[in-house]
């Protein structure tokens, strides 16, 4: 063990036993000190909790690399200050604050409030749990100026996290990241204000749904589908979380009649006692919602996850059997809908964007590209969609953008992934697949058929702790200077590096149009496939995304194709030594 860091980490513990904090912290941090294995306070103080781009999330207990009001209360100071600072002079400034389902969600939501109230900063407070794209929507509806949601999104029980939003309703962006995080990182515990101004906390909730709700409309794209097949059988779970406030209400308001949900999931519990992991990612949590399904006889089967900013869609297989869409298939068909049929309807004018991030099937940049619809690529993360969004607004119509790990936006009047308005659409899509004899299966066949067939894979890799960080750190150095000259039997062609913005294509080196660096790398080979690597910006894991292109003739060559890409993709695991 390493006696320096141990002494370091005692001290910063000991900090931690004054009466700045309450009897159950100075508890919980005495044990840890008490302990013979030292590795649980080595852990939750060898750093701290780093206020990042996107705010903050991590496991949930006593120390400063941990979430608790503490930390909370220290980011929130922090980002009040920056307000003030940044909005000096005006005398409304206002705040949106939200939370998930997660345990203590509530409680450091109360603080948040509590610390803005205490420093002259109006908070609209939701009455409880709402999604992640309904705190993005309340920010542009009230004119606030900034917003906080409590949430981990879909990581495991035993986490909670801190989105930091600014006055667009999405994620802060440069300068205003970096000038948050400045100003939290100054902020001590005797700097937070926790007493609250009760003047200035105005608690919303109804109202704001039927606002947000009627929004949401505005992805329709075709009513009399949907009027047609409106007995479709939907079945929908919110694994617990917040997609159960608004979800089913949605589906409703858009003329589904027959919407099914998943009764134990509706139960709201920060323990997700029915699923190893609330992450729609994960086929294991669609399993209840498939029962169900196979028990009504359902068209499809979705599901949100805890804050409601991702989904999982579930259809049918021409055997009948219950086929899990994977995030770039659900983009793909979200985005070949949209064009597609706003084409069709003459929705079209000409001026119209699509965004995918750069880590997310190139099939939707295909399908844009030939019917004459802007197609951007951008960094992962819906705030650099939003970022897009925001520069063209006026001049250009956003219509629709997504990333790879579930998350889709189909209209602009939120600034972050929205489950409710795509499972909404994805439905109308089942809809309107099957007036055309289809199921959603045969139409993701149909995409694939004219417009290319590609395979997608992701592999994390988990390397938790200050040493899983170290070889993280490592991994990236070495894939940096010594990149791959050949992946699954095909010769690198082009090297992508977001870190330094440079690109070697066939020996030709030029220059990213970016509006940022990145911790991204990517390989792009002569037959294809493009591989992508990058660490995870709020989990202990570095990920790479691959995508292999294929040759499909007939929807029935679906099956071949998949085992031959995956044949390619084992090769290329083996040559990186995933």
């Not at 969600?105 to 908070?123: M, P």
Request: hydrophobic fraction near 40%; proline fraction near 4%; charged fraction near 25%.
């Amino acid at each position: 063990m390493d006696q320096d860091l141990l002494k370091q980490c005692e001290a910063e513990a000991q900090k931690w036993l004054s009466p700045s904090f309450d009897a159950e912290t100075r508890a919980e941090v005495q044990a840890m000190l008490d302990a013979d294995d030292k590795s649980a306070l080595i852990d939750a103080f060898y750093q701290n909790l780093e206020f990042g781009t996107g705010g903050l999330r991590g496991i949930m207990g006593a120390g400063t690399n941990r979430m608790n009001k503490y930390i909370v209360g220290m980011a929130t100071q922090g980002f009040a200050n920056y307000i003030n600072k940044a909005f000096a002079g005006k005398t409304d400034t206002a705040v949106v604050v939200g939370h998930d389902c997660r345990n203590n969600s509530r409680v450091f939501a109360e603080t948040v409030a509590d610390i803005f109230s205490a420093n002259g900063i109006k908070v609209y407070l939701f009455e409880g749990l709402r999604p992640t794209p309904e705190i993005s929507f309340a920010i542009r509806q009230l004119g606030a100026q900034a917003g906080v949601n409590i949430t981990a999104s879909h990581n495991p029980r035993e986490y909670n996290g801190y989105k930091a939003y600014w006055d667009d309703g999405a994620q802060v962006l440069s300068p205003h990241d970096t000038g948050i995080i400045d100003e939290v990182n100054k902020v001590t515990i005797d700097d937070v204000k926790f007493e609250p101004n009760n003047d200035l906390i105005q608690i919303i909730g109804g109202e704001m749904d039927i606002d947000y709700l009627n929004a949401v409309h505005e992805a329709m794209v075709d009513q009399d589908v949907i009027l047609r097949q409106k007995d479709l059988c939907i079945v929908y779970s919110p694994l617990h979380g917040t997609g159960r406030v608004i979800i089913p209400a949605a589906l409703r308001s858009w003329g589904f009649q027959n919407i099914n949900v998943v009764k134990e999931q509706m139960v709201i519990d920060g323990n997700f006692p029915t699923v190893v992991s609330p992450n729609p990612e994960n086929s294991e949590a669609m399993t209840l919602g498939m029962k169900l399904g196979t028990r009504l006889n359902a068209d499809l089967v979705l599901a949100s996850d805890p804050d409601a900013d991702r989904l999982a869609v579930v259809c049918r297989d021409p055997k009948g059997e219950w086929c899990i869409l994977n995030g770039n298939q659900t983009a793909l068909m979200l985005s070949y809908y949209i064009i597609e049929n706003k084409k069709k309807l003459g929705q079209l004018k000409g001026n119209e964007f699509m965004v995918k991030t750069i880590v997310t099937t190139e099939t939707i940049a295909e399908i844009a590209k030939r019917n004459n619809v802007e197609i951007r690529d951008c960094y992962t993360g819906f705030k650099w969609i939003a970022r897009e969004i925001k520069i063209s607004e006026g001049e250009k119509k956003y219509i629709g953008g997504g990333e790879e790990s579930f998350g889709y936006l189909p209209f602009d009047k939120v600034r972050d992934k929205d489950s409710p308005a795509s499972i909404c659409l994805l439905c109308e899509i089942a809809a309107w697949a099957k007036d055309n004899g289809m199921t959603l299966y045969d139409l993701l066949m149909n995409i694939y058929l004219e417009y290319g067939f590609a395979y997608q894979d992701a592999v994390s890799v988990v390397k938790p702790g200050k040493s899983g960080a170290d070889e993280i750190k490592q991994m990236m150095e070495d894939f940096r200077n010594t990149p791959p000259t050949t992946l699954g039997g095909s010769p690198v062609t082009c090297v992508k590096d977001f870190k330094t913005l440079k690109m070697v294509k066939n020996g030709v080196e030029s220059t990213i149009d970016m509006p940022a660096t990145s911790n991204v790398l990517q390989w792009f080979t002569e037959n294809g496939t493009k591989i992508s690597v990058r660490p995870s910006g709020t989990e202990p894991k570095i990920k790479f995304y691959i995508e292999v292109k294929g040759e499909m003739g007939c929807a029935k060559c679906y099956d071949g194709a998949v085992a031959t890409a995956k044949e390619t993709v084992a090769a290329i695991k083996q040559d990186l030594k995933l």
